[in-house]
C-alpha cells in the first residue's frame, strides 16, 4: 500500500501502522466495565484473574473502572512463537488462589482459536468455582473454534496480528498505548 498518515512503529523485522487509537480502546473497556459492574453488583467478592503477560494493561485499565469490592490474580500461560499459535498452551505460573465457591472473572488480552481459554477454563473447573466468566479485550470470531462462551468482548477484530497495550511481537510492543497491526508492503 502506499503512503499514510498512520502512526507507524517498527518491531524487529516489521512495520505496523496504528489500528485502534488509545482513546477508542478506553471507550470500548468502559463499555465492558459497565456491564460487569452491573453484573456482579450482588456478588461476594469476585476474583479477576488476568491471564499474563498480555492482560496486564487492559486488566490495569479495567480494575481503575470496577466499583465493587474484588480481588485481582494472575496465571500465566504461553502458546504463542513469533505471530502464530504453535497450539500447544504451557503453564508458566499456575493458580496461587483457593477459588472454590468463588466467583471468577478471567481477564485476556485476545481470545484467537480459544485453544488458550479452553485449557484455563478446563483447569479452573476442577476447583469448583461458583462461576466462571471471560472477558477479553479482543475476540477474533473467524479464528474461534470453541464452545466456551465468552461473556465480555471489548472488540472484536479480523484474522490480522496486532502488537500493542499489551500485546507482543516477540516480546517487543507491549508499551504501546495504540494498537498497531503489520503493514503488508
Ligand atoms: P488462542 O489460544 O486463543 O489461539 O490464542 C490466545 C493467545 O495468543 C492470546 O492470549 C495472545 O497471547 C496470543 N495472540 C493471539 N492473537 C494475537 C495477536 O493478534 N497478536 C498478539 N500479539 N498475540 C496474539
Ligand atoms: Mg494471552
Do not use: W
Not at 498452551?89 to 481477564?107: P, T
Amino acid at each position: 500500500m502506499g503512503c499514510n498518515n498512520k502512526k507507524r512503529v517498527t518491531l524487529l523485522d516489521k512495520t505496523f501502522e496504528v489500528m485502534i487509537p488509545a482513546d477508542q480502546i478506553d471507550r470500548a473497556v468502559e463499555q465492558v466495565a459497565a456491564q460487569i459492574n452491573a453484573d456482579y453488583a450482588d456478588r461476594e467478592t469476585p476474583l479477576f484473574l488476568g491471564v499474563l503477560n498480555g492482560s496486564f494493561m487492559f486488566m490495569s485499565d479495567l480494575m481503575k473502572k470496577v466499583d465493587f469490592n474484588c480481588e485481582l490474580s494472575f496465571v500465566k500461560l504461553a502458546s504463542y512463537a513469533g505471530t502464530s499459535t504453535t497450539g500447544k498452551v504451557q503453564e508458566l505460573i499456575g493458580l496461587k488462589n483457593n477459588i472454590e465457591g468463588r466467583h471468577v472473572i478471567v481477564v485476556e488480552d485476545i481470545v484467537d482459536t480459544g485453544e488458550s481459554i479452553e485449557h484455563l477454563m478446563r483447569s479452573l473447573s476442577g476447583h469448583n468455582p461458583a462461576s466462571v466468566e471471560v472477558a477479553t479485550l479482543f475476540f477474533k470470531p473467524n479464528s474461534y473454534s470453541k464452545q466456551i462462551p465468552i461473556k465480555y468482548k471489548a472488540l472484536e477484530i479480523g484474522n490480522e496480528f496486532i502488537v500493542g497495550y499489551g500485546l507482543d511481537y516477540d516480546q517487543l510492543g507491549r508499551n504501546l498505548k495504540d494498537v498497531f497491526v503489520v503493514v503488508n508492503e
